[in-house]
């Protein structure tokens, strides 16, 4: 089975701070994204990569940068975490496109992230 | 644009009865498209895919969907619904190759009761 790892459940952090929010996956996956889900919004596509060291902005991408220096490792970073940010975040992944059609992203538990 | 609508934000049912979660999509050609299960607190687990192979799709948990290209449409169906069914359910389409960039619906609320 497809296993997406997301490194912390619940973060609580103070507006100001600088968040990591870690990603890993381990089928060799070559794209990885970034979600955050709030009520009345769904999800909404923050950044995604389909490579290593690759990065596209998604539809918000204002506010959060990303990093990915190794395939299985996708980062999410907050420069100055604002209360704006508290979320449920969710790291996906899949494969590239393949012959037989668009490949299902598999997703992580989601982290509930609070800035206080 | 392209779009997914799910037609019911709340769904209910009893124990044992059968279960139908709408969906309609908008596209210019036949999109690739899933249904996904969100549990409280965890992620989006894939229930079910479409993509061309069979119009008829079979997923986990009992469920299956049908896609209709003359509606538009990929409900979501189970004949005997459970307690443990009770969950949000997104519809979602992949109109792109590659970048798999997904346009999700606003989600339906399963409600199960005894």
């Known amino acids: 089975d497809v296993k997406v790892t997301q490194s912390s459940r619940y973060l609580v952090k103070r507006t100001g701070e600088k968040v990591f929010l870690e990603c890993v996956q381990d089928?060799?996956?070559?794209?990885m994204f970034w979600y955050r889900q709030d009520p009345g919004l769904g999800l909404r596509l923050i950044y995604f990569?389909?490579?290593?060291?690759?990065?596209e902005k998604g539809d918000i991408p204002e506010g959060y940068s990303v990093s990915r220096e190794k395939k299985e490792r996708f980062s999410l970073i907050l420069e100055s975490a604002s209360t704006n940010q508290t979320s449920m975040y969710l790291c996906?992944?899949?494969?590239?496109?393949?012959?037989?059609?668009?490949?299902?992203?598999?997703f992580g538990d989601g982290t509930r992230l609070s800035i206080l | 644009a392209q779009s997914v609508t799910q037609l019911d934000s709340h769904v209910s049912v009893s124990e044992g009865t059968p279960v139908l979660l709408r969906c309609n999509y908008s596209?210019?050609?036949?999109?690739?498209l899933f249904w996904y299960v969100q549990h409280p607190n965890k992620g989006l687990q894939l229930l079910l895919k479409?993509?061309?192979?069979?119009?008829l799709v079979k997923g986990i948990n009992g469920f299956e969907a049908e896609f209709k290209k003359s509606e538009t449409s990929f409900h979501l169906t189970k004949p005997s619904a459970h307690m443990s069914d009770a969950a949000e359910y997104f519809c979602?389409?992949?109109?792109?190759?590659?970048?798999?960039?997904?346009?999700f619906g606003a989600g339906t609320r399963l409600a199960v009761h005894p």
């Open positions: 996906a992944s899949s494969h590239w496109w393949t012959g037989e059609g668009n490949q299902p992203q598999h």
């Open positions: 089928m060799d996956h070559e794209n």
């Open positions: 990569s389909y490579d290593v060291k690759m990065k």
């Open positions: 596209s210019s050609y036949s999109p690739s």
């Open positions: 479409y993509t061309s192979a069979a119009t």
């Open positions: 979602v389409a992949d109109p792109s190759g590659g970048y798999n960039k997904l346009i």
